[in-house]
């Protein structure tokens, strides 16, 4: 098991795209969303069958699981493209960063976006004390919007999104990774409004 992971690593690895060259996609598929021209990308059965027995995808987006935020049209991408990791905040525990060490080391992912968005109701539970639902989610999120005041949804937002980012670059893989250069993180706000992406922070 250990040697397949050796060569998946090292086959993967050619195939990566560099850190910047994965944020430019990224943007400018956001691009084509806002101006309502995403392309007409393969998702039919020839590209699932591509899919079959490996993947490829360039970046790892670490996004809220609202609804309204699907990373695939957001960022108009296809089947494969992108390694998504979805939950309420969103936050990261030792669940969410073994799946985007994972994507880093196995697949070549060489981008990590975390993304925030607009009247993010996790957030908002949070700054006003209604969270019997989501308490693990909570307690995540905490330490982030501390001093943040009930009102101050978007800014609670940009500031969770930032703790993610510091969270992710304390661990031990992704610290290796960005210190040799070979992978970026990038901070990001959406909004619903008008499909645009703030870009909070970016390490490339």
């Known amino acids: 098991m250990k040697m397949l992971?050796?060569?998946l690593v090292s086959l993967h690895s050619l195939f990566a795209v560099a850190p910047k060259e994965a944020f430019d996609r990224l943007m400018e598929g956001n691009k084509h969303y806002m101006e309502d021209n995403l392309r007409e990308l393969d998702r039919g059965s020839y590209r699932r069958d591509e899919l079959v027995l490996t993947q490829k995808p360039f970046a790892v987006?670490?996004?809220?699981?609202d609804?309204?935020?699907p990373p695939e049209i957001i960022f108009d991408q296809g089947l494969g493209d992108l390694f998504v990791v979805r939950v309420a905040g969103p936050v990261v525990g030792a669940v969410e960063i073994?799946?985007?060490d994972y994507a880093v080391k196995v697949l070549g992912a060489r981008l990590i976006f975390v993304l925030g968005h607009e009247s993010c109701g996790a957030v908002t539970a949070v700054l006003t004390g209604n969270t019997g639902d989501i308490e693990e989610i909570a307690d995540l999120m905490k330490p982030a919007l501390k001093g943040i005041k009930p009102t101050e949804?978007?800014?609670?937002v940009k500031a969770n999104v930032l703790w993610t980012i510091d969270s992710l670059k304390k661990t031990s893989y992704i610290k290796k990774m960005m210190k040799e250069g070979k992978i970026g993180i990038v901070g990001g706000y959406y909004s619903l409004s008008d499909g645009?992406?703030?870009?909070?922070k970016k390490d490339l």
Do not use: K, Q
């Open 5 to 7: 992971v050796v060569f």
């Open 61 to 65: 987006i670490v996004g809220c699981a």
């Open 67 to 69: 609804s309204r935020v």
């Open 98 to 100: 073994g799946s985007i």
């Open 153 to 156: 949804v978007e800014a609670g």
């Open 196 to 200: 645009h992406i703030e870009i909070l």
